[in-house]
């Protein structure tokens, strides 16, 4: 197993930079990093930020001023207005991309033909076929792509899954998701947010893609959807809440709901397997403290087998980027890998196909020369009046 520090960069210096930067100096031993002044644009020379395992070499942001800000903050030696500038004169292994969904598939491609891996926020892509470009070049690059899906990896979350595949759960039969959060008109001020064309997609893509990606790593590969979409109340093109039904090979069954409008917040998941019903409810991020099991009748000791960790942290980046870590560190692709999360991009580009043909939609259903496939609003939101 390797032992070597990995050079990262962020790319775009918006609110979730922060966590990502905090993820990497959180990556082992003490940040030692520089401190202080405004960081300098160019070269690849120099110690960055450092948190052991990771260091944080370099920055970028099309606002060359809110990029200096970020490295000062975090002591990153090298700051630049253009990230095909920073691919260019650094030597990097990472590359955090933290940019508005739109540019995410064309920065990715970037850093995969520099043989730099880049690690995608959600989504990772507008539409699926923009993610199995990704795919192709993943091939052929040194590097590889994943994606930012942290809620995977709390303790509670890992703990499920091992328990459920080691079937001490006995058979999942029903499961409910909810992403019930609020975002005012104010929220959708933002440019970039509330169209097909640079978001991808509402509450479905932007929102709820994390409990649903939580639900699908537990209860496996998914078989048909149902859903609906609709525009109630926000000044959007996209949709402001959806529903689904969906149905899973396992033969579990599962409701998925994904909401800006909702005043009481809330993200939930409930599985009912054969033994026990498991629950979390968070908002944005769970701990140990936020899951509870229910033994069905005879079915006592489940409650032992759950054994939580009471000191565990937040299911936020930190535990992510170390199992990232972790698998560089043993010559593997790093999670949420390209083939984890393209099952989590097809299931949304299934649920918009239900939702604007008002059929049911079965996994492999959407293939290339579907128009579902190349947008996820496909062929058109039944609200479009143009």
Not at 175 to 191: F, H, I, S
Request: net charge negative; proline share 5%.
């Amino acid at each position: 197993m390797s032992e070597r520090t990995y050079r990262a960069a962020i790319i775009g210096t918006g609110g979730i930079a922060h966590a990502h930067a905090k993820a990497v100096l959180d990556s082992g031993g003490r940040t030692s990093g520089a401190s202080g002044g405004p960081a300098s644009g160019g070269g690849a020379s120099g110690a960055g930020a450092s948190g052991g395992r990771a260091e944080l070499v370099a920055v970028a942001d099309v606002d060359a001023g809110r990029a200096r800000e970020f490295a000062a903050t975090y002591g990153i030696p090298h700051a630049y207005a253009d990230a095909e500038e920073l691919l260019r004169e650094e030597r990097l292994d990472i590359a955090h991309l933290c940019t508005p969904p739109q540019q995410h598939a064309p920065l990715a491609l970037a850093c995969l033909e520099a043989g730099v891996t880049a690690l995608v926020e959600k989504p990772p892509t507008l539409s699926l076929a923009e993610f199995d470009t990704l795919i192709e070049a993943e091939r052929r690059s040194a590097g590889h792509v994943a994606t930012v899906l942290q809620h995977r990896f709390g303790a509670g979350a890992v703990r499920l899954r091992r328990l459920a595949q080691a079937g001490e759960l006995g058979r999942p039969l029903l499961a409910t998701c909810l992403t019930q959060w609020y975002r005012g008109d104010d929220y959708y001020a933002v440019p970039w947010r509330g169209t097909w064309e640079s978001e991808g997609g509402g509450p479905t893509m932007g929102h709820g893609i994390h409990q649903f990606d939580l639900l699908l790593s537990v209860l496996g590969p998914w078989r048909e959807v149902t859903a609906v979409a609709a525009r109630q109340s926000r000044p959007v093109d996209t949709e402001d809440v959806s529903m689904a039904l969906v149905t899973f090979e396992s033969g579990a069954a599962a409701t998925v709901v994904n909401s800006v409008l909702s005043p009481r917040q809330t993200s939930e998941l409930r599985f009912d397997f054969e033994r026990a019903t498991v629950e979390v409810e968070h908002l944005y991020g769970y701990t140990d403290d936020d899951w509870t099991v229910t033994p069905a009748p005879g079915h006592d000791d489940v409650k032992s087998r759950w054994q939580p960790d009471p000191g565990s942290g937040s299911s936020g980046h930190g535990d992510w980027f170390k199992a990232v870590l972790d698998a560089l560190d043993q010559g593997q692709a790093p999670p949420v890998t390209a083939a984890d999360a393209r099952r989590t991009m097809e299931f949304i580009a299934a649920l918009y196909a239900s939702a604007f043909t008002g059929e049911r939609v079965r996994a492999g259903q959407i293939t290339a020369d579907s128009p579902f496939a190349r947008r996820m609003d496909g062929t058109g939101a039944p609200w479009r009046t143009t």
